[in-house]
């Protein structure tokens, strides 16, 4: 075969392959490992995520222990292996049987080699209650204002599932009474209070306006009274696995399900309905129950926010740098500042944000704005706004750099045009140059509001908080709060993950909320993409 000359082959003098050079091989395969990394870490996220809220069938065991054997039901969480005193290793299962009030753990440890046996045994239910987490039991009967139905008759899970729902209609008045207007209320008796600390209003004139919002309030509290009277008639009893009989008002059962008697359908069914829960539901039993819906709000407000205050703020800075600023040592110290900031730790962002934002700013306006409320601070106080700020500032280099390469992306033949043409510098920067930007703008943006989404450790300090009851946005006015806290995705699942006081029963809800967060940004993210690929056909001038 004929030998390439080398003046053909310019790989010949360094004695490596014109196929590829080690070190490109190198790169490659740490990108490649990135990736599997970044694809596992996500399936990890997804297959956790989604199976915490697929209906597992409920085992019933036998079990020979110290005490003697027993009966226990539940479903099998893990499967893993404990070292013995011999050196030899134990097969171990991670069950949950629920009744958390009865057993006082929800979550147990079993020995496989203790098992004796093991069933699906048909007829057990699994009912989901106010407090205390789920319940297994085997139910008995359902105590109706117009009588008894018997388990195994004819229409009792139906019969069980319109009590579930009248309750859910009591939830829902009880809670527009005591949160609308009877929050309400608790306001008007505060601003009373306020005014006649301040002198707006007459001592008599106060009592009169108390005395007619406490008849409201007595008003108020009859109405929510006569609401619960709806569900206070019904009463459901069941059996645990051992023999024990226990019993639940309807104002604390909240659902029920069959797994042992269900298909697949009817189990993917219920699977769905568990996460449209998830998402529209608030949080309960120290956020190891319920959804996620204020803290879903508040991360997408507070996302929302940010990218309205950082927009304008970097677009305005690189513009000057990029287009007005005499390009000089100056010019280029700020540059590195801007670069630097891009490298500072969030949780300096914090304590800047809770030191600025919060005791200076938020102080001074306290007392210019609030004085007749103080020593309640209003906007002294983290919040909602604070954190969108502190977090405006962390991402406004993202901002800054992606918009000043957008900048310089134009070409410099359009500038000249358009000056040819008479227009002055600003318009034909306002025209010319800021449209045919908007693209490598929107890379920023995008950027931005990823970093900005998945930030904790500088919401702890300036406003997110572990349940906040009252959103930054509500139908109360001025409908509008920017001084309320909130409630974060990525705090829940630090507050699930680390401060969580039943930690086996946060699991399931840390990789559903770690999934929901990451489906979030995706979201935001692919809506600003959508929207700067349709800014980049309208201007194809730029090519950032």
Same mark, same amino acid.
């Given at each position: 075969?004929?030998?390439?000359? #080398?003046?053909?082959?310019?790989?010949?003098?360094?004695?490596?392959?014109?196929?590829?050079?080690? /070190?490109?091989?190198?790169?490659?395969?740490?990108?490649?490992?990135?990736?599997?990394?970044?694809?596992?870490?996500?399936?990890?996220?997804?297959?956790?995520?989604?199976?915490?809220?697929?209906?597992?069938?409920?085992?019933?065991?036998?079990?020979?222990?110290?005490?003697?054997?027993? #009966?226990?039901?539940?479903?099998?969480?893990?499967?893993?292996?404990?070292?013995?005193?011999?050196?030899?290793?134990?097969?171990?299962?991670?069950?949950?049987?629920?009744?958390?009030?009865?057993?006082?753990?929800?979550?147990?440890?079993?020995?496989?080699?203790?098992?004796?046996?093991?069933?699906?045994?048909?007829?057990?239910?699994?009912?989901?209650?106010?407090?205390?987490?789920?319940?297994?039991?085997?139910?008995?009967?359902? =105590?109706?204002?117009?009588?008894?139905?018997?388990?195994?008759?004819?229409?009792?899970?139906?019969?069980?599932?319109?009590?579930?729902?009248?309750?859910?209609?009591?939830?829902?008045?009880?809670?527009?009474?005591?949160?609308?207007?009877?929050?309400?209320?608790?306001?008007?008796?505060?601003?009373?209070?306020?005014?006649?600390?301040?002198? #707006?209003?007459?001592?008599?004139?106060?009592?009169?306006?108390?005395?007619?919002?406490?008849?409201?309030?007595?008003?108020?509290?009859?109405?929510?009274?006569?609401?619960?009277?709806?569900?206070?008639?019904?009463?459901?009893?069941?059996?645990?696995?051992?023999?024990?009989? =226990?019993?639940?008002?309807?104002?604390?059962?909240?659902?029920?399900?069959?797994?042992?008697?269900?298909?697949?359908?009817?189990?993917?069914?219920?699977?769905?309905?568990?996460? /449209?829960?998830?998402?529209?539901?608030?949080?309960?039993?120290?956020?190891?129950?319920?959804?996620?819906?204020?803290?879903?709000?508040?991360?997408?407000?507070?996302?929302?926010?940010?990218?309205?205050?950082?927009?304008?703020?970097?677009?305005?800075?690189?513009?000057?740098?990029?287009?007005?600023?005499?390009?000089?040592?100056?010019?280029? =110290?700020?540059?590195?500042?801007?670069?630097?900031?891009?490298?500072?730790?969030?949780?300096?962002?914090?304590?800047?944000?809770?030191?600025?934002?919060?005791?200076?700013?938020?102080?001074?306006?306290?007392?210019?704005?609030?004085?007749?409320?103080?020593?309640?601070?209003?906007?002294?106080?983290?919040?909602?706004?604070?954190?969108?700020?502190?977090?405006?500032?962390?991402?406004?280099?993202?901002?800054?750099?992606?918009?000043?390469?957008?900048?310089?992306?134009?070409?410099?033949?359009?500038?000249?045009?358009?000056?040819?043409?008479?227009?002055?510098?600003?318009?034909?920067?306002?025209?010319?140059?800021?449209?045919?930007?908007?693209?490598?703008?929107?890379?920023?943006?995008?950027?931005?509001?990823?970093?900005?989404?998945?930030?904790?450790?500088?919401?702890?300090?300036?406003?997110?908080?572990?349940?906040?009851?009252?959103?930054?946005?509500?139908?109360?006015?001025?409908?509008?709060?920017?001084?309320?806290?909130?409630?974060?995705?990525?705090?829940?699942?630090?507050?699930?993950?680390?401060?969580?006081?039943?930690?086996?029963?946060?699991?399931?809800?840390?990789?559903?909320?770690?999934?929901?967060?990451?489906?979030?940004?995706?979201?935001?993210?692919?809506?600003?993409?959508?929207?700067?690929?349709?800014?980049?056909?309208?201007?194809?001038?730029?090519?950032?």
């Amino acid at each position: 075969m004929r030998q390439p000359s #080398k003046e053909n082959n310019l790989f010949v003098s360094t004695g490596r392959s014109s196929k590829g050079e080690p /070190w490109i091989w190198l790169t490659a395969g740490g990108l490649s490992l990135g990736i599997v990394m970044v694809i596992a870490l996500l399936g990890l996220i997804l297959i956790k995520g989604v199976s915490s809220f697929w209906p597992r069938q409920i085992v019933v065991m036998q079990i020979d222990g110290e005490n003697g054997s027993n #009966k226990m039901a539940g479903y099998i969480t893990e499967r893993s292996e404990r070292p013995s005193e011999g050196g030899n290793r134990i097969a171990q299962i991670q069950i949950f049987r629920g009744n958390k009030d009865i057993y006082g753990e929800s979550f147990l440890y079993l020995d496989e080699r203790n098992i004796k046996s093991q069933e699906i045994s048909p007829g057990y239910m699994l009912v989901e209650r106010t407090e205390y987490g789920p319940a297994i039991l085997k139910p008995v009967k359902l =105590v109706t204002p117009s009588g008894t139905i018997e388990e195994g008759t004819q229409g009792f899970d139906d019969a069980v599932q319109r009590m579930i729902a009248i309750n859910e209609e009591v939830r829902e008045q009880t809670r527009h009474i005591e949160r609308k207007l009877i929050g309400a209320n608790a306001r008007a008796i505060r601003d009373i209070e306020i005014d006649l600390k301040v002198g #707006k209003v007459e001592a008599e004139a106060a009592a009169a306006m108390r005395e007619v919002l406490q008849e409201e309030f007595v008003k108020f509290q009859a109405d929510a009274a006569k609401v619960r009277e709806r569900i206070a008639g019904y009463e459901f009893h069941g059996l645990t696995a051992d023999g024990r009989e =226990v019993s639940y008002m309807g104002s604390q059962l909240l659902g029920s399900f069959r797994p042992n008697d269900s298909n697949w359908f009817q189990r993917f069914w219920e699977m769905l309905q568990r996460m /449209w829960r998830f998402l529209i539901e608030e949080p309960r039993e120290a956020n190891t129950e319920g959804g996620v819906y204020p803290a879903i709000f508040g991360t997408v407000v507070m996302t929302l926010t940010m990218t309205f205050f950082v927009t304008p703020l970097g677009v305005i800075a690189a513009i000057y740098l990029r287009e007005y600023a005499k390009q000089g040592q100056m010019v280029r =110290v700020v540059r590195i500042c801007v670069n630097n900031l891009a490298g500072v730790p969030s949780i300096v962002f914090g304590v800047f944000g809770l030191a600025f934002f919060v005791y200076f700013v938020g102080n001074s306006i306290d007392q210019v704005f609030y004085g007749d409320k103080l020593p309640t601070p209003t906007f002294g106080t983290p919040g909602i706004l604070w954190a969108s700020l502190t977090l405006a500032l962390l991402t406004l280099p993202v901002v800054i750099v992606a918009t000043e390469e957008a900048l310089s992306a134009v070409p410099r033949g359009v500038r000249e045009a358009a000056l040819a043409c008479g227009a002055s510098k600003w318009q034909a920067i306002q025209r010319i140059v800021i449209p045919a930007s908007l693209p490598g703008i929107m890379t920023g943006i995008i950027l931005a509001m990823a970093r900005g989404a998945g930030e904790v450790a500088p919401l702890m300090l300036v406003g997110a908080v572990k349940l906040a009851p009252s959103l930054p946005i509500d139908d109360i006015a001025p409908y509008i709060h920017p001084e309320r806290k909130f409630m974060h995705l990525g705090f829940h699942i630090y507050d699930l993950g680390f401060q969580s006081p039943d930690a086996e029963a946060a699991k399931p809800i840390v990789f559903a909320t770690a999934l929901l967060l990451i489906l979030l940004v995706l979201v935001l993210n692919l809506t600003a993409i959508i929207i700067r690929n349709r800014l980049k056909k309208k201007f194809a001038v730029s090519h950032f």
